[in-house]
Structure formats: C-alpha cells, structure tokens
C-alpha cells in the first residue's frame, strides 16, 4: 500500500513514497514561487507516476501546506511566503491524482509526526516549533494536534516580539519571523550567505554574525518564554532547517529562555528527532488515516 507524503516549504518541496515501515523514494525540488500550486499539482502527479513506474501505485497522497490552512475543507487560507488566498487545494489534488488526499498544516502535520514517531512519542501535551523560511508552532494535546477554530492555531512567528521593528511580510513591524527565521538571518547579515554559515560565523566570533545570531536567539526566547507562559507546555520540541544548528541553537536558547522565566522553571527542550523530514512523515500518516476510516 504505498503513500505519497508531500510536504511544501517556502523554498523546498519534499517528498516520499512509503509502503507500510519502508520509503521506497524520497524526492525534492524547488517550490516554484511563480506558480506555487501548479508547482504542487505537477510535482504530486510526478509522485504518483514514479510510484505506479516502481509497481506499487499510490493508494492515497498526504499534502502538507504552510501558512493558514483549514484542514477541514482543505484550504490554502493565506501564505504570506507564497502568496496565495482561499486556494481549494483538496479539490484541486483529488482531481489531479484520482486517489484519496488529506491536507494539513505542514507544522501541525510535522508535530503529529513527532508525537507518533519522533521526540514528543512519550509526551501526550507539547508544542513544536519549526523554524525554517518562516517560523510556525503547533500545540499537541494528547497526540493531536489543534488547529484552532478554522485553521489559524500555531503562527507564532507573526507574534510581535520587537514594536515598531523591522517590516514583515504579513504586513505588520516587528514579527518573531523578521528576525529569527533562517530567511531573515540570512537577509540581516547580507550577502546572500545562508543561515546555517551566519551560525558558524558567529561560533568564531565574527562580529557581524554574533549580532545577527544574538537577535534571533533573544527573538526566539521571547516567544517561547510568550508561550510557556500561556500554554505551560511540559516539552517544547524544536524542528525546522535552523534545528540543524543542534546544541548552537539549543544551548544558547535554554539560557536565554531560564533567564526570562522569572517565578517558574523552563520546560524541557528537545530538537526534533524526524530533522525536515518531520512533516513529510506527518504527511504520509494523514493518507495512511484516510484508509484506515
């Protein structure tokens, strides 16, 4: 029974093909900014082709989306990174591909990877956070994740950690994401240089990157140190690109986190055991749920 788990970034799709415990294949490619949902359609039809060519065709596909998205139609509600509104996206996959499709939020689908699979298995209550070009959060209750009343749980990223800041994409000054997603550090240190080596500068002290670094560390304890104290989760989970960063990111965000917790202890910190192949995961358990109903 193979599965197509498709998970869309903002500037990666990534995808595999999964019959029962084995993934058969495993593909990326760019998300096409032009035509983002034309991008999607072409690369699930891809998916489901290479799976029929492999002898085993796709039974039903999982399509992890970023941004706003009710799960319950299947809608593309709003994505600032890729700019589409009310896009009817199940409709649009089930007729592409003729088989049974689930959408879901790609960081809500990537916590439910975690609660199945990866670090939050023994949990049952956690948030997961993933930082990546942009930066979202999902609240996990008993296993489950909770979208909200209609999708719009989880967007931590457009929280407002410095007013009156930098612009942000979603039309507001100030947002977690403008200053600690891996798109922004890259953008604020300039040059075109990724996230990732902005980090490693800065473990050498190169002060530019120390500055730009520090600021997103100090952003994202903001919204954790927000969010600890809303939520009062007992395991934070930390997944996305920047998660590669390991204990550069995680040591340093514990203790800026513990220093803004004033009256109560900090949660435990975990990265994330599925790396950015949580919400591809998340993606193929959704499909495997639609035959399983």
């Known amino acids: 029974m193979t599965l197509i788990g498709l998970d869309v970034g903002g500037t990666t799709m990534k995808a595999a093909l999964v019959d029962g415990s084995e993934v058969l294949a495993t593909e990326s490619r760019p998300t096409d900014r032009t035509d983002p949902v034309g991008g999607i359609l072409d690369f699930a039809a ?31 509600v709003h994505s600032a990174n890729l700019g589409w509104r009310d ?43 993933a930082i990546g070009t942009g ?15 209609v999708g719009w749980s989880g967007e931590i990223g457009h929280v407002v950690v410095r007013p009156n800041g930098e612009d942000c994409a979603c039309g507001n000054k100030g947002c977690l994401e403008t200053y600690a997603s891996a798109a ?8 075109s240089v990724p996230a990732e080596e902005v980090i490693a500068r800065a473990g050498r002290n190169e002060e530019r990157a120390a500055g730009v670094w520090s600021d997103a560390l100090d952003t994202l304890a903001d919204g954790l ?15 996305g690109g920047l998660a590669k960063a390991g204990d550069a990111l995680l040591k340093p965000l514990e203790s800026r986190l513990t220093t803004r917790l004033k009256f109560r202890a900090p949660p435990r910190m975990l990265l994330t055991e599925l790396d950015d192949q949580a919400a ?14």
């Open 225 to 239: 140190a927000a969010t600890t104290l809303l939520l009062d989760p007992a395991l934070l989970v930390i997944g």
């Open 46 to 76: 891809h998916l489901s082709s290479r799976a029929a060519s492999l002898g085993s065709p796709a039974r039903a596909a999982g399509i992890a989306l970023p941004g706003i998205v009710d799960e319950a139609t299947g809608t593309a």
């Open 135 to 149: 930066i979202a959060a999902a609240l996990i209750l008993n296993g489950t994740p909770y979208p909200g009343t």
């Open 184 to 191: 922004a550090i890259s953008r604020r240190y300039g040059d």
């Open 280 to 293: 591809v995961n998340g993606a193929t358990i959704l499909a495997r749920r639609l035959l399983d109903a």
């Open 87 to 129: 896009v009817p996206i199940l409709h649009l996959a089930r007729e592409h591909l003729g088989i049974p499709v689930a959408i879901g939020h790609d960081v809500r689908t990537g916590g439910l990877a975690e609660a199945v699979l990866g670090a939050g298995r023994d949990a049952g209550d956690f948030v997961f956070m």
